[in-house]
């Protein structure tokens, strides 16, 4: 499925909370002491490590340091949150005694009030105060980068989520592919069943590539089909059928049909199988299919049934989306605990990875994963006959 274009198809990591413009960062107030003897720099921040951490900000660092002209060091420390009405006396006195003890002479300052998403987000905050700056990480590999073959097998999939999109004839779909990473086959697949007609053309805007799309690709448009199902409500499959939902449910019956036998003999395994996804994910048997179908007799020939070698759900999964899902598709995803997920194009009206919502920083979710922007190029749907015309 590669090709020698692959270079082209760059893959762009998609925080969990959007980049903030540098003049745009938002920031807290701080009290603040310059420190006149240098030697004591360690016990006051011990002090103030006890009585006053900074606990929002882990990522701000509690000293700042300035070189004066001479080559002289100038040391300040950040002593407290300053007070809201930002009066002195409001500060606590624990605080008040470290300044009587060392003859601080207290100032406010301006620090980042959140940690940095990019390196320059980090140099315009320590313009203001220092801060750190660490890679977004969720533990699991491809955040900070991709080798040449992982690149390659990401285009790969992508590749194939686009041709299952572009399989409805004239009409294009959402398409989705879930994939088994230890394996590196494709172990679910499927495309929007929404609706069986062909509708209308909607524009949603040229970073999305093509300029129109079908109003048919479900997570662009999740609700356009209350407006439409008095007048054909009989073309309809099921308005809840987007792709990563059957793609969910193909891989679900995927397992009932590879692990028939499986059953929870009691609650205690059960547990066990919930609360060790990763145990069960280690178990699985690699594959040597290419497809589904192959995919499929592998397991069938090797699997016995047994709970242990059956997965949990799809963790450790990944799935390759043709347009960033809807917040339903995403939800479902974290429910499913995916490892990453990849698309294509945008979804400027709907989208829940990055264009309006960002559910993979959503810190109250019990699960996340990361996500990435496969960058296609932008007539790659033209390639096929489709009713996509491209910009």
Same mark, same amino acid.
């Given at each position: 499925?590669?090709?020698?274009?692959?270079?082209?198809?760059?893959?762009?990591?998609?925080?969990?909370?959007?980049?903030?413009?540098?003049?745009?960062?938002?920031?807290?107030?701080?009290?603040a002491a310059q420190i006149e003897?240098?030697?004591?720099?360690?016990?006051?921040?011990?002090?103030?490590?006890? $009585?006053?951490?900074?606990? &929002?900000?882990?990522?701000?660092?509690?000293?700042?340091?300035?070189?004066?002209?001479?080559?002289?060091?100038?040391?300040? +420390?950040?002593?407290?949150?300053?007070?809201?009405?930002?009066?002195?006396?409001?500060?606590?006195?624990?605080?008040?005694?470290?300044?009587?003890?060392?003859?601080?002479?207290?100032?406010?300052?301006?620090?980042?009030?959140?940690?940095?998403?990019?390196?320059?987000?980090?140099?315009?905050?320590?313009?203001?105060?220092?801060?750190?700056?660490?890679?977004?990480?969720?533990?699991?590999?491809?955040?900070?980068?991709?080798?040449?073959?992982?690149?390659?097998s990401i285009v790969s999939f992508?590749?194939?989520?686009?041709?299952?999109?572009?399989?409805?004839?004239?009409?294009? +779909?959402?398409?989705?592919? $879930?994939?088994?990473?230890?394996?590196?086959?494709?172990?679910?697949?499927?495309?929007?069943?929404?609706?069986?007609?062909?509708?209308?053309?909607?524009?949603?805007?040229?970073?999305?590539?093509?300029?129109? +799309?079908?109003?048919?690709?479900?997570?662009?448009?999740?609700?356009?089909?209350?407006?439409?199902?008095?007048?054909?409500?009989?073309?309809?499959?099921?308005?809840?059928?987007?792709?990563?939902?059957?793609?969910?449910?193909?891989?679900?019956?995927?397992?009932?049909?590879?692990?028939?036998?499986?059953?929870?003999?009691?609650?205690?395994?059960?547990?066990?199988?919930?609360?060790?996804?990763?145990?069960?994910?280690?178990?699985?048997?690699?594959?040597?299919?290419?497809?589904?179908?192959? &995919?499929?007799?592998?397991?069938?020939?090797?699997?016995?049934?047994?709970?242990?070698?059956?997965?949990?759900?799809?963790?450790?999964?990944?799935?390759?989306?043709?347009?960033?899902?809807?917040?339903?598709?995403?939800?479902?995803?974290?429910?499913?605990? +995916?490892?990453?997920?990849?698309?294509?194009?945008?979804?400027?009206?709907?989208?829940?990875?990055?264009?309006?919502?960002?559910?993979?920083?959503?810190?109250?979710?019990?699960?996340?994963?990361?996500?990435?922007?496969?960058?296609?190029?932008?007539?790659?749907?033209?390639?096929?006959?489709?009713? $996509?015309?491209?910009?």
């Amino acid at each position: 499925m590669s090709s020698e274009n692959d270079d082209a198809w760059p893959i762009v990591h998609v925080p969990g909370r959007p980049p903030v413009p540098p003049e745009q960062q938002l920031t807290v107030n701080v009290v603040a002491a310059q420190i006149e003897q240098p030697k004591l720099t360690n016990t006051i921040i011990r002090r103030l490590s006890q $009585i006053a951490p900074l606990e &929002d900000l882990h990522h701000v660092k509690r000293v700042k340091k300035n070189c004066l002209e001479g080559g002289k060091i100038q040391l300040s +420390v950040i002593l407290c949150l300053a007070p809201e009405n930002g009066d002195f006396d409001g500060i606590p006195c624990d605080v008040k005694d470290v300044i009587g003890s060392y003859q601080l002479s207290p100032f406010v300052a301006k620090v980042c009030k959140y940690a940095a998403l990019s390196k320059e987000e980090w140099v315009e905050q320590c313009k203001l105060w220092p801060t750190s700056y660490h890679q977004p990480t969720y533990n699991i590999s491809g955040i900070t980068g991709f080798s040449e073959e992982d690149s390659q097998s990401i285009v790969s999939f992508m590749k194939y989520a686009l041709e299952l999109s572009k399989s409805h004839g004239n009409v294009v +779909v959402n398409a989705a592919a $879930i994939v088994d990473p230890l394996s590196n086959q494709v172990i679910a697949k499927a495309c929007d069943e929404v609706c069986s007609w062909q509708t209308p053309k909607t524009e949603v805007g040229a970073e999305c590539g093509p300029q129109q +799309v079908e109003t048919s690709i479900s997570c662009l448009h999740p609700r356009w089909w209350v407006d439409e199902q008095t007048h054909r409500i009989s073309s309809f499959w099921h308005p809840l059928r987007h792709a990563a939902i059957v793609a969910i449910e193909s891989s679900a019956a995927r397992d009932r049909r590879l692990f028939p036998d499986v059953r929870y003999r009691d609650e205690a395994t059960r547990e066990e199988c919930i609360l060790s996804p990763a145990k069960s994910q280690a178990k699985r048997q690699k594959t040597d299919g290419t497809d589904v179908d192959n &995919d499929d007799k592998n397991y069938a020939s090797h699997g016995n049934g047994d709970l242990s070698s059956k997965p949990y759900l799809c963790t450790g999964n990944d799935i390759y989306l043709v347009w960033e899902p809807c917040t339903m598709c995403a939800m479902a995803l974290v429910h499913q605990r +995916v490892r990453r997920v990849f698309y294509a194009f945008p979804n400027p009206s709907a989208g829940a990875l990055g264009s309006i919502h960002r559910l993979q920083g959503e810190k109250s979710l019990n699960h996340h994963y990361a996500v990435f922007r496969v960058l296609v190029p932008q007539d790659i749907l033209n390639k096929a006959k489709t009713s $996509i015309t491209g910009s």
